[in-house]
């Protein structure tokens, strides 16, 4: 007690001594520190002047570039939007936020004609007259919409925000809308043009001063106005109000000092004065700066004072040290020390057992409280080591678990990724609560509503998978695909899915389709799990893909070959019956035309009776035509096959067919070296006619037909469907510019009896007869229509490397002669008929109703007959088989082989084992004569 009283008696004498003798001294050297720093400080401002002036014409130039950025971006946007949606009010938040990035903008607005903004990426704004709040924004928005091109405002302080920045419009082509944007200026330099010099514009320019001046410890800059009082530097920060006001009330170059205010304890700045410069034109603002001193190094007073000073402070604070130290080492110091080193211990983990400082003062206290704070460390930190390493092993867990699902759902074959819904049902609550009752019927008939919902469906977290099926890099990449790749046939399916889920369905599965990013097109099974919900509706939502459009490709090629099956069975079967019909109508035709023949032989050439015998071979020629449409479609074979140019063909079919059709215009293309193939003229000129009339009665008004032959090389993958082997080919294409044909009518056209012409103008058995001809010869048809477009025939046969033969002139008259013929038919009618005609023609006959008994009467008397004509079909032993057996018995047999129809191609089975001629039933004399005499005569 005794020690604090000493201690409280020298204080009380030292301390006034020492405050007299700085006192004195403070006052001595004020007076030159003070007119010092007010020379530092106008050096300041004539800096800061001339600093202004360099700063307004730097961002003068600043704007220029800026501007010519802003000219070709704008546009660009503008394009970029349109593209996305040519309603731009209907362009989300977000999608506008993603393109502003691209182009270094802050904010979009579109404007419409009224000066609304009807879409904007900042919220609050929507629907804001711009027209009403000013005359230049209504002037400008006008001036816009009449130019069309862009218009770029001067730079601007914000009075809101403090920011710098510029504002620019543009009205795209056609468009009734505007599209403003809003730049940081600061932000777009940093950006869009030079980090560094952003920094340098906006920052360090005007603080090259602090580093200029050692007296300066900080600058700021304030734009000031009546509504606008924001630092250019330190933005955001606003200059006080009444600070503001007392600067713009004294005008031109003044000083307000030592103010102090809330803006500047914000900045922890201690003292300030604030600067008034000229205004700066580009900003359009009135700029004040404010500028804060630290003249502690002029407080190095002269070196004489200095030492008078320091002496007797010196004194008094050695008397004080000396005295004080003694006393507050023996009543605290040391005491201090030792519970500081206790404390140092505690702190580096090591246990004090005790520490020595005692009595009943606050030290002791404190001491006590050091040794329960010790104890409760102790336990706290066992219990902080549980806690720590049952959290590190939760960790651990955590971290392998999650590890292990994400790698699961990475590298899972299955496609995965998720979608959120949220747009989509917010969509139908806004539908269900405008009144709209059946959402489904309205999605339904609202195919761009139903695409709008699929664009704004969320994509993320895509597995490996997921990416390979629809070949994209990333989630967004997949969304923006499947948001504009919705095509009708999904329409059903996608409403579907959303209908489930906004019912509060918790799963979805059903088929879909999708395209790939390269346009492929997927068949898909679709599994969709809903694994969370917000409370105002659908969430997240897990899609699992599987491709199947191998399978259903599979699928379809199955139902394809089953009906083409199912055709050709069909077809088998009629062409069966056709050909049977076919046979015994020519037989009874082969007796009308005979008959006919030998009353026309032997009448005058003037007789009146010749005139109706010529009517009735017309008709048999009808009848004749007719059958040959049978026979064509019933594919009964071929008969007399030969090497021919299928150009010569074409050329003398398309003249004769070009004489009675002047109205069409018909224009060749043939190739030069067509390859030959192997046909049967006669059938092939039936194609050639069915093809050309079929043509002609598909345009009605005229028209163009187009004929076209060239060589192709087919491979397996063209032939496979037709069971024929690839190879060279002869095609020929019949093309007219008529009605053309649906499906429908397509996939019936090959069908005997099947006619969309009006009764009188085609039995249905032309197309079918071509059909049947094409493939009898190893070849194949395809057809290609359009309602209103046109239709194309294209045929295909196969090439051979033989030499074309020249055909044979038809007889113009009858030729007699003499000699011995059998005649071999299982038809009286044909038999009698023959024999007639044979011997009007001069030739003794032999006839032969069947096959044994042709053989046994060629045994006996094949040594006096010169010809033998066959029938082909009999009923116990075929044509071929006859003609075997009469073969062995005369190997120089000459033989005139004769049919209406063949089966299964036994006619040029019979020409290649040497038959020496054919004859198609019903023949009349001049055939009959000309075959004859052409084989017996050699």
């Known amino acids: 007690m005794k020690k604090r009283l000493i201690l409280t008696l020298f204080l009380l004498v030292a301390g006034p001594a020492a405050i007299m003798i700085g006192g004195g001294t403070y006052f001595f050297v004020k007076k030159n520190i003070d007119g010092l720093a007010e020379q530092i400080k106008r050096d300041v401002r004539i800096e800061l002047a001339n600093r202004f002036k360099t700063f307004d014409a730097l961002l003068m130039g600043v704007e220029r570039e800026i501007d010519a950025s802003i000219r070709e971006a704008l546009p660009a946007l503008a394009a970029d939007l349109l593209r996305l949606d040519t309603d731009l009010k209907a362009i989300s938040a977000d999608v506008l936020r993603s393109h502003l990035d691209r182009y270094g903008f802050d904010d ?54 403090g920011v710098v920045r510029k504002y620019a419009y543009f009205n795209p082509a056609g468009c009734d809308y505007i599209v403003e944007i809003s730049i940081d200026l600061v932000e777009y330099i940093n950006n869009q043009l030079s980090s560094d010099y952003a920094t340098y514009l906006f920052d360090s320019y005007f603080r090259e001063v602090i580093r200029a001046n050692t007296y300066v410890k900080d600058i700021d800059v304030f734009i000031v106005n009546q509504a606008a009082r924001w630092s250019l530097l330190h933005r955001g920060v606003k200059l006080e109000a009444d600070v503001a006001d007392r600067l713009l009330r004294q005008g031109g170059f003044q000083v307000v000092d030592g103010d102090r205010s809330t803006v500047y304890s914000l900045l922890t700045l201690d003292k300030s004065s604030m600067d008034i410069a000229d205004s700066l034109p580009v900003l359009g603002q009135t700029a004040c700066t404010r ?188 969304g923006d695909l499947l948001g504009r790749s919705l095509v009708k046939s999904d329409h059903r399916h996608f409403i579907d899915q959303v209908l489930a889920f906004t019912d509060g369905a918790d799963w979805y599965e059903g088929e879909g389709r999708n395209r790939t990013l390269d346009d492929e097109i997927l068949y898909l099974l679709i599994r969709k799990n809903v694994i969370s919900r917000k409370l105002y509706g659908l969430s997240r939502v897990l899609v699992a893909i599987s491709d199947v459009s191998e399978v259903h490709q599979a699928y379809h090629e199955k139902e394809r070959l089953e009906a083409r099956l199912l055709q050709a069975h069909k077809m088998e079967a009629i062409g069966t019956l056709a050909g049977g019909i076919a046979h015994d109508f020519n037989n009874l035709l082969m007796g009308i035309q005979g008959r006919t023949s030998l009353m026309l032989a032997k009448l005058d050439q003037g007789d009146p009776k010749a ?27 071929k008969f007399e096959v030969k090497p021919t140019d299928i150009n010569w063909l074409v050329r003398q079919q398309t003249e004769m ?78 093309n007219d510019t008529g009605v053309g044909m649906d499906k429908a009518t397509q996939a019936r056209i090959f069908e005997p009896f099947f006619s969309t012409k009006e009764k009188g103008r085609g039995t249905g058995l032309g197309l079918a007869s071509v059909y049947g001809i094409v493939k009898n010869h190893i070849g194949f048809i395809n057809v290609y229509s359009e309602p209103g477009q046109g239709t194309t025939f294209t045929v295909y046969l196969p090439a051979s490397a033989k030499a074309a033969v020249a055909d044979q002139p038809e007889p113009s008259e009858i030729v007699y002669g003499s000699g011995t013929v059998l005649l071999i038919d299982d038809e009286d009618m044909v038999l009698e008929v023959g024999t007639e005609m044979l011997e009007l023609l001069g030739y003794t006959v032999i006839s032969s109703e069947s096959a044994t008994d042709a053989i046994s009467t060629y045994e006996q008397h094949h040594g006096d007959i010169d010809l033998v004509i066959l029938d082909m079909i009999m009923p116990e032993m075929g044509g071929g088989e006859v003609y075997d057996r009469l073969k062995q018995i005369n190997p ?20 290649a084992q040497g038959c020496n001629g054919f004859i198609q039933k019903p023949f009349d004399l001049k055939r009959l004569s000309a075959k004859a005499n052409e084989i017996i005569a050699g």
Request: with cysteine.
């Open 108 to 161: 979009v607005y579109v404007i419409d004609r009224r000066g609304i903004v009807v879409n904007t990426t900042f919220a609050k704004d929507l629907n804001l007259n711009l027209s009403a709040l000013s005359d230049f924004l209504k002037n400008r928005i006008q001036s816009v919409f009449d130019s069309g091109g862009v218009a770029v405002d001067r730079i601007g302080f914000s009075t809101l925000t």
């Open 291 to 478: 500028v804060v001193y630290d003249f502690s190094a002029l407080h190095a007073f002269p070196r004489g004072i200095l030492i008078q000073v320091a002496v007797s402070a010196a004194a008094a604070a050695l008397v004080a040290f000396l005295c004080g130290s003694w006393l507050l080492n023996s009543l605290y110091v040391n005491r201090i020390l030792k519970l500081n080193e206790a404390v140092n211990l505690i702190a580096e983990g090591s246990e004090v057992k005790s520490i020595p400082v005692t009595g009943d003062d606050e030290i002791a206290q404190i001491s006590e409280s050091i040794r329960t704070m010790q104890t409760r460390i102790t336990m706290r930190e066992g219990q902080l080591h549980e806690q720590i390493i049952a959290k590190q092993r939760l960790s651990a867990s955590l971290q392998e678990s999650e590890e292990y699902h994400r790698n699961l759902f990475e590298d899972s074959p299955v496609a995965l990724f998720l979608q959120d819904f949220t747009g989509v049902a917010e969509r139908v609550d806004q539908l269900r609560c405008s009144g709209v009752g059946d959402i489904e019927g309205y999605l339904l008939d609202d195919f761009e509503e139903v695409s709008r919902m699929a664009r704004s469906v969320v994509m993320s977290s895509v597995n490996r998978a997921a990416r390979h099926l629809y070949k994209v890099e990333s989630g967004q990449e997949l």
């Open 611 to 637: 005139e109706g015998l010529k009517a009735v071979e017309a008709y048999v020629q009808d009848a004749t035509h007719l059958t040959r449409q049978l026979l064509g479609f019933a594919r009964g074979g």
């Open 657 to 734: 067919f070009h004489r009675t059709r002047k109205e069409l215009t018909i224009r060749l293309n043939t190739e030069d070296e067509l390859w030959t193939a192997e046909v049967d003229r006669g059938q092939m000129k039936q194609v050639l006619m069915n093809l050309y009339v079929n043509a002609w009665q598909a345009m009605p008004e005229g028209g163009t037909l187009h004929i076209e032959t060239s060589n192709v090389v087919l491979d397996q993958t063209v032939v496979r469907p037709f069971n024929l082997e690839p190879g060279r080919y002869i095609r020929f294409s019949v």
């Open 892 to 911: 120089d047999l000459s033989a005139l082989l004769s049919s209406g129809y063949s089966i299964n191609g036994k006619a040029s089975e019979i020409m």
